[in-house]
């Protein structure tokens, strides 16, 4: 068996290398997997691979966000109509669980399933069967379940949302993906690989970005860093280097406050915790004009000839001069 992941299961860490044993150690088995997860971390690549590497490879891999339908349109799309069955219904259709018969159906948000579904699901997984709406008869299903959330479904059924005998049912197997805040160590490697899949040359990361990256928290996980890195090359084309004034504002502002040292400000002498935060207030203030100096000291409060000075004390120099107008005739 071919041990290409694809899509890839990205990084070095040990979370993302507990993900390729599973898929590895779950490749002889059908048992139902929960794929759980923060949003944007990635839970349809695992699901993927796991359908990749299972003896269902050769059968389709069907997967629909139960978030993104209302439920008479999840119900119909799950299990299928006859023809009349409803307004519109001009021809029968068929489900996805009968589009997935042989292979792997995958569920994203599952926790978003009305109850009257999660009914018929569980149903459908116990017996093997699915009646079309406005259907007699029953129709044969040979289908592996991979359902993913980023709920907390025990919580749920605590609560009476979801209901506890399919909770259990979908849930053989847990997996979790782990946020991208807690795979500090992959971050590079995901930035590595997005060039790599579109034929680029990875750039160069200053020290200065590589620190506004990794203290960034990354809400959005790896959909964010790739948009992130979308906006980048639709703005900058195909950089050689990244600097700071790339990255949007909220990304780059984290290098600035873990340049503050709260040792420097709490424990060091006054002149030299004044001095340090003055540097990165300066630096702050320019990143976000974009290095226009009159801008920047207006700003700060600052004559233009006042935040020269301190720009020449502190030595500080822009990384982006190749891609930034200075101002030094304003």
């Known amino acids: 068996m071919s041990q290409r992941f694809e899509p ?72 299928g109509h006859d023809r009349g069955a409803f307004t519109g219904a001009i021809r029968a259709h068929a489900g996805l669980f009968e589009q997935a018969n042989g292979g792997t159906l ?3 948000e599952i926790g978003e399933t009305p109850r009257q579904i999660q ?34 479904l025990g919580a749920m059924v605590s609560e009476g949302s979801f209901r506890k005998d399919l909770f259990y049912r979908i849930n053989i197997i847990e997996a979790r993906v782990a946020p991208l805040r807690e795979r500090a160590g992959d971050l590079f490697e995901l930035i590595g690989h997005f060039f790599a899949t579109r034929g680029q040359d990875e750039p160069a990361i200053p020290d200065d970005v590589r620190r506004a ?15 992130e890195l979308l906006r980048i090359t639709a703005l900058y084309g195909q950089p050689t280097r990244i600097v700071i004034g790339m990255l949007s504002e909220r990304i780059s502002e984290r290098g600035f406050c873990t340049e503050i040292d709260e040792r420097l400000l709490y424990d060091a002498p006054l002149p030299r915790a004044v001095s ?24 700060l409060g600052l004559s233009r000839q006042g935040l020269l000075k301190k720009i020449k004390r502190y030595g500080i120099r822009r990384e982006n001069s190749d891609l930034i107008t200075d101002d030094s005739s304003s």
């Open 8 to 79: 890839p299961i990205v990084g070095s860490s040990a979370g993302a290398q507990r993900l390729r044993d599973l898929v590895l150690t779950l490749a002889a088995s059908d048992v139902s997997v929960l794929i759980t997860g923060e949003s944007g971390v990635g839970k349809e690549v695992l699901a993927r691979n796991l359908h990749r590497f299972s003896r269902r490879k050769r059968g389709p891999f069907v997967s629909v966000n139960c978030a993104a339908l209302a439920p008479g349109i999840l119900e119909s799309e799950l299990f």
């Open 106 to 108: 995958f569920l994203d």
């Open 119 to 152: 009914a018929k699901l569980l149903r459908t997984l116990q017996e093997g069967e699915v009646r079309r709406l406005g259907e007699g008869g029953v129709r044969r299903v040979d289908v592996r379940l991979l359902s993913a959330t980023n709920a907390d």
């Open 213 to 227: 990256l990794e203290s960034y928290p990354w809400p959005g996980n790896v959909r964010e860093l790739q948009n």
């Open 276 to 299: 340090f935060l003055e540097e990165n207030l300066v630096k702050k203030a320019l990143m976000r004009t974009n290095w226009n100096k009159s801008q920047s000291a207006r700003q």
